[in-house]
């Protein structure tokens, strides 16, 4: 740390008792200055040569009252310290400058009218003389706007504290190891990799050690807020990437917001040294850092972590921040909600007041956002879904999209089992997500059956209601398998399930044999007319020919006792409902499927009735 004497005398003549001060030089004090609850005893003379101020006052007392000169000083900068410091130095005493008490003294020195006119030399020119080697040192610096924050108004006038910030701010952006700025200073103990060699050296001891972008985050968490504020805006306006500005907000934040901190995956320790301990500031302190905090996170997208916003969310709601500010975080988290995980979403209600145990309406806010900002982009680029789990056209655009919609999906299934969510907004936010963002139904056929087992009191209005917000169609084999056996699921949509399953069956059976025709007549092409010649059946000398009709025998043979399990269910379940029979007329599911010979063609016959219906049915609803 710099630093500078000034004077030549001992201050033997200086000495205090209680909360007085005296000059004992050989001469009487006459005049008695005032500064807080101290009281100096001193001599006019001295004071004349140095202070303009004191020059003033003291001519004005001296001519009421002729004698011994009493002056209060009740505006002092830094009461009576500093001015101990302004006396010794008037009086030529020794006195020792430091970046921690320069701003203190220049700012005396300034209110005192310490100038030139008063002496060559005097406190001011010394003090800025000191100022500038101050400025030239990143700690110095740091220590000189700490200082500022005793004499804030006065340091503000002098533009002492805009001085620090920019120093601050040049350094902020260059590297400690080139520019050999001192860090904050790291634990003694050696670090884990260090290898001893002996006596007591280490093996890296003498490397320097790499130095990242944050290496200025714990010197400045020492700033109160508004300079901490205005150092983070300077160094924002000469360029500073937002995400370095971004994780100093963080790095300050979990430092003065203890909840911000519990919810954190790392201790909160790391961000205080070794033996420190701090003082967390009251709650409505806490409050406004948080939302000054807010207000300095950059808009850049991506920059801040939709984890540590949606932290910020949960303690703005406990320290019960303004309205504009949480809302300003659910949109920052919104925008970013594809990056989000199942946990972050889940956000307990506040108060005492509230219905369900996580808090349903703040997440359906933040999902709105999200596809405000998405769907536009999504629905320039229409999707075509071709396959389970494939888009056709712009998968890059709906990726996003995608992704929030499993987010969602998990999410309901999490807050399902809550006996007093209602209904409502379960669908409202199921519904948010558009048909098309989803590759498979599976997630939300997973909530709706978890909400419908926590809800066993719901109608069958009600329970084919939530039915409607899944696709039938995109359902996997092994969701559709559970959902033809599904109890809780209303009688139609099991129906819907099994007729869509046999429809795929009857496709998938179809393709095979589509494949194999053109795999004969590829390969040989009279093959048609000698498998007619010998009565529909011949030798296949091919080897390669022979595995592929092995091979779709067995999956056609696995797709008969698919088709035969589900016949059954389907059995059962119309045995039981007889006020459903019309279903098995319109749809023929009571029709034998024909038998499959092993060495002729197989097919699956659908009645006319069923390929009507199923003409008029739209996103897995029955064919009326």
């Known amino acids: 740390m710099a630093s500078m004497k000034l004077g030549s005398k001992t201050d033997h003549g200086f000495h205090r008792e209680g909360k007085t001060w005296h000059c004992t030089t050989g001469l009487p004090s006459d005049v008695t200055i005032e500064v807080e609850e101290m009281t100096f005893n001193l001599h006019k003379f001295p004071l004349l040569s140095r202070s303009g101020l004191l020059e003033k006052l003291i001519e004005e007392l001296s001519n009421e009252e002729g004698s011994v000169s009493v002056l209060k000083l009740n505006d002092m900068p830094a009461g009576a310290k500093a001015f101990e410091l302004v006396a010794k130095f008037c009086y030529g005493i020794k006195i020792e400058i430091t970046s921690s008490n320069v701003v203190s003294l220049r700012c005396a020195a300034e209110y005192l009218r310490m100038t030139e006119d008063y002496g060559e030399g005097n406190l001011i020119v010394q003090a800025e003389a000191f100022l500038d080697e101050v400025f030239g040192s990143w700690t110095d610096s740091i220590k000189a706007l700490e200082a500022c924050e005793e004499v804030l108004p006065f340091a503000e ?24 700025l001192p860090v904050a200073a790291q634990p003694d103990a050696q670090s884990k990799g260090d290898v001893i060699l002996w006596n007591g050296i280490s093996s890296s001891a003498n490397k320097p050690q790499p130095v990242g972008e944050d290496w200025w985050f714990q010197d400045v968490s020492f700033l109160n807020l508004p300079l901490y504020k205005r150092l983070i805006l300077a160094v924002e306006s000469r ?6 500005i971004s994780a100093s907000l963080i790095y300050y934040a979990k430092r ?10 790392s201790d909160h320790a790391s961000n205080v040294n070794p033996g420190e301990t701090i003082s967390f500031p009251s709650e409505t302190d806490q409050r406004v850092i948080l939302e000054e905090i ?13 984890k540590f916003l949606i932290m910020l969310l949960r303690t703005a709601m406990v320290l019960h921040a303004s309205p504009s500010c949480r809302e300003n975080l659910e949109k920052k988290a919104g925008a970013q909600l594809d990056q989000a995980v199942l946990v972050d979403l889940l956000i307990p209600n506040m108060g005492y007041s509230v219905e369900t145990l996580y808090d349903i309406d703040c997440a359906q806010r933040m999902l709105d956002h999200f596809m405000s900002l998405n769907q536009d982009a999504a629905l320039s680029t229409p999707p075509c879904i071709v396959e389970e789990g494939h888009f056709l056209g712009g998968p890059d655009t709906l990726q996003p999209l995608t992704m929030v919609a499993s987010l969602v999906d998990g999410f309901l299934a999490e807050v399902a089992p809550d006996v ?11 519904a948010t997500i558009p048909d098309y963002a989803r590759p498979l139904d599976d997630g939300v056929y997973r909530a709706i059956d978890v909400y419908l087992k926590a809800h066993p009191w719901l109608n069958d209005t009600e329970r084919e209601h939530l039915c409607r917000l899944m696709n039938c169609q995109k359902l996997s084999l092994e969701a559709s398998t559970h959902a033809a056996q599904n109890e809780r699921l209303p009688l139609r949509v099991i129906v819907q399930v099994l007729f869509f399953e046999q ?7 179809s393709g095979w044999f589509y494949v194999s025709e053109n795999l004969d007549n590829s390969q040989n092409p009279s093959g048609n007319l000698e498998y007619l010649k010998n009565g529909g059946s011949h030798q296949i000398n091919s080897k390669g020919r022979a595995v592929g009709v092995d091979d779709m025998k067995e999956r056609v043979s696995e797709l008969e006792k698919e088709c035969l399990t589900m016949k059954q269910e389907l059995q ?23 038998p499959c010979n092993s ?12 390929a009507n219906g199923l003409q008029n049915h739209e996103n897995g609803g029955m064919p009326q």
């Open 503 to 509: 429809l795929r069956l009857r496709t998938s059976v």
């Open 420 to 430: 007093n969510l209602k209904p409502s907004k379960f669908e409202a936010l199921a």
């Open 599 to 610: 060495e002729a063609s197989c097919e699956l016959k659908e009645p006319e009735a069923s």
């Open 294 to 306: 807010v207000t300095l996170l950059p808009n850049k997208k991506g920059v801040t972590s939709p």
């Open 256 to 265: 003065y917001l203890p909840l911000l901190s519990r919810q954190s995956s």
């Open 572 to 594: 059962k379940i119309l045995k039981a409902k007889r006020s459903w029979k019309i279903f098995s007329k319109t749809f023929g599911f009571r029709r034998k499927l024909q």
């Open 157 to 180: 006038e002098i533009h002492i504290v805009p001085r620090c910030i920019d120093s601050l701010a040049v350094k902020a952006f260059a590297d400690p190891n080139v520019f050999n």
């Open 239 to 244: 360029g500073m990437k937002p995400e370095t």
